[in-house]
């Protein structure tokens, strides 16, 4: 229904794909993180 798997059986509707979105954000959230672009002051309690 929410494009996160690969198959999807026939008697769903699909109405996104997320899968992708999802995977694009994590990666981009894991160079951030390694590249210690994130976090930032901003994103930080102190």
Known sequence: M???NP???KF???YG???PMIEDSVK???E???SRAFP???EVYR
């Open 32 to 34: 951030d993180v390694k």
């Open 28 to 30: 981009r959230y894991a």
């Open 17 to 19: 794909q997320l899968g």
């Open 7 to 9: 198959w999807t059986p």
């Open 40 to 42: 930032t002051e901003d």
């Open 2 to 4: 929410l494009g996160l």
């Open 12 to 14: 769903v509707k699909v």
